[in-house]
Structures are given as C-alpha cells and as structure tokens.
C-alpha cells in the first residue's frame, strides 16, 4: 500500500488525485469539528469557502434545519451560528441538522481535494475508525495537512504521522512511504506522548490559547472518542 | 532573533520578504553545487531556470570563461558543459570561471526568493559560516526548503534543522522559531548521526543511487567543508 503525506495543500497542486483516497486533516480545529458534530447526528456538513458563500447556501437550503458556523482568525463570524469549537458542536445542538461551514484552512483544504476519488476527514478524535478505512480502501493514499495559512502546522503533522503509525500497524509495514510520511511518524515519535504540551507550543494552539480556547485544543488531542469516518460526496460531508 | 524555517518554497509565496535574511537550501544537489563551485574559486553562479534561458544567457556572456551547468532528473542536460554534481566542481575547472546553472529545484527557489533583503546559499558544506552570518545579520531569517517539485524532502530539512541548532549555540537559544523550525530541529536530531544513511533513503537520495551518483550522495553530508557564505547579487550567486 502506497501512502504519501502532503504538509501543505500546495504539495498536491498540479497532480492528478483520480486514484488517490485523500484524508484531510486540520486538526485545530475545523476536522476536529466535522467529526464531532456527524458523531453527534449532525445530517452533513457542506465546507465552502468565503463567509458570502456560507450565507448563500444556508440562504439557499432555508434556514430551518441549518446551522451557519465557522471561524475568521479563530473567533465566531458575526451573524453565525456556531463558532468553529468542536465543544459547541453538541447532540442538542447539531442533531438532525445541515451545517454550513467555512473555516481558514481546512475547509479551504477539502474543497482542492475534491477531485480525488474518495475525501475523508480525519481528526484524533476519529482516527482508529480512519485508519481501519484506509487499510479496508488500500489506497493508494494521501494524507494531507491543511497547515495554516499554505504554511506547516505541527499538529497536522503530528497527526499524519500518528495516522500512518496505526495504518502500517495493522498492514505489518508493507508499504512505501514518502519523504514526508516518514518525518511525520518521526515527529509523531518525539511529540506523542504529551500532546497536549506539544499543540500548546504551535502557531494554531498559542493563538487559541490567546482566544481564551484552550478548552479546545485539549479536547482535540483526545484520540478515538468516536467511529465515524466522514466523507465528502457531492460537496457534502456525511458518514 | 526571529527565525522561520519554509519546507517548500510555495510557503513563502505572497509573504512580503523585504526585511527577511532568506538561506536557499537544496542539498541534494543545487546549493552544495553552488558552495563547491564558489569555494573552488568560480567567479560568480547565475541562476536560471530554464535550459533555453541557460543557453541564452550563456550565449550573451560570451562563450569564453562560461560554464553551461545543470540537470533534468539528476543527468547532465544535453550539449551542456557539466551537470549538477558537486565532485565536477573542482578548482581546475572552474576556477575564474563564470557559471550558468539551471536545475529542477534549487535554482527555482534561489529565485523565487530574489525580493528578500539578502539571499544567502547553504548546504552542509558551509553550515557553519551560515551559521555565524546569520547571527552577524541578525535576522529576521527565513530558511527556504526547495524539496522535490513542491514537496517536503527530508534531506532539506535535517539541514534546515542542522543550521537552527547551530545559531541557536550561537545565541544561547534567544530566538522565536515557527512550527516548521522546531518541527526541523527535532528531525535532526532523530536523523542526524547517520545523515549518508537518512539520504539513501529519501526520494532525492535514491534518485541519485538509480543514476549511478552515490559518490555526490555521500560528499553532499560532509559538514563545515568550506567557509564561503554564497550571496545572491544583482542575479549573480558571488562570495
């Protein structure tokens, strides 16, 4: 089985993606998010781009039934719903409902994957159920970091690595791995044990801490909390 | 001292590099080229980056005292004098000479980095004498990756990560680094003790290995080889 990592969106540009499955990760947090709020019943989530769009389509979907969420430098956009805080995205809250999500990287990241042939949205909180997917699809894959701003994010990388980790786990190692992939299961090696202390120390982590969020980052290290394995079909994540 | 470290060079694109310090690294092999051409007594390196351009600008110069260089999948490009391995570098060669260099993605990077304040040329062949012109500068720095069209390479970042730590000795450790300079850091000290061992492995590396140049592989990791501190003037590569 062939797995690559991406550490930035840009890595993929220019390359056919037809026979790829493409895991998107953002792990601070809109992946983190997606995963949480279709574990607890949410009906989809459509990512799209500007803030203009969100309100369109919810616009366009009437707004009974439909959440508006997502975030502009980590804070709730005015007007909006939700925030982008996997903690907001409750039962109570999300179940039975259509969210409209636009985030400043990772939605941005799963919409430039859409033309590959599977897209599944990755997170520790959904990670065991992802890895299990992946080996069950055999690929080949790639896993690719929504970084932050076209630039490397740790915790992306953590994450990647700690996916290929349990991948090569239940295929007993044989597959090729890029570049990348290996430094991500390196990194993943060195950070993993206190996860928490490492996200603390990134751009994504200082600034949510900085936003009084830090409840968050806690709550995205916490690894197989739920089995959902999201997938982008016809511009809408379900599971 | 601000020091930021780029795996790719698209990761810099749209930042305004004005008042940055920017160190061009391809390790395998356009920067070690360049730092053994210099040091060996060329008169200045012109990077180009295409083979039309190359033989152009070559043309312009005057045949005389020029040296048409560069590579397509690590070979010798047709009718040029020499390609892009280090070893073809020696003072007998190219000593007063001018050389006209264009290769898949060193040259590339160098220059999409030519707005920045100052665009130095490291390998590990003159990490230290980086080092120190760093800390003389004082920053803010950014050291570029130029990875294998577009993607993380390794070997990029164990030099990357080899030249934060030695101007971190060299500052007692007061400097801010971003995600990717620690992240690079860290993967040098997994990689670090077997460097010749780590690049075998990478995708660069065994590209070389397939085209019969291991010898290049191996000189590529020899360290603090030279004192030259390769700057980018005016479109010309001089020491």
Do not use: W
């Amino acid at each position: 089985m062939k797995i690559e990592v991406a550490f930035t969106p840009a890595e993929l540009a220019g390359i056919d993606l037809g026979d790829r499955v493409v895991v998107v990760l953002d792990v601070l947090r809109a992946t983190s998010t997606i995963v949480e709020a279709l574990a607890n019943g949410a009906r989809a989530v459509s990512p799209v781009s500007t803030v203009d769009e969100a309100v369109r389509l919810a616009e366009a979907l009437g707004r009974e039934g439909v959440l508006l969420a997502g975030e502009r430098r980590s804070l709730r956009i005015d007007g909006f719903d939700m925030g982008n805080s996997p903690l907001e995205f409750t039962r109570e809250r999300v179940s039975g409902k259509q969210i409209v999500l636009t985030t400043t990287n990772g939605t941005v990241a799963i919409l430039a994957s859409a033309t590959a042939r599977r897209v599944l949205i990755a997170s520790y909180l959904n990670l065991g159920a992802v890895a299990e997917e992946l080996v069950h699809d055999g690929g080949p894959a790639s896993i690719v970091c929504s970084g932050r701003e076209r630039r490397f994010a740790l915790e992306d990388a953590l994450c990647a690595g700690a996916l290929v980790r349990r991948v090569s786990e239940r295929t007993d190692g044989a597959f090729e791995l890029n570049d990348a992939a290996r430094a991500a299961v390196d990194l993943f090696a060195a950070y993993g044990a206190d996860l928490a202390g490492a996200f603390a120390r990134t751009a994504a982590g200082r600034q949510l801490i900085d936003a009084g969020l830090e409840a968050d980052l806690e709550y995205c290290t916490r690894t197989d909390v739920h089995a959902v394995v999201p997938e982008l079909r016809d511009r809408q994540i379900i599971s």
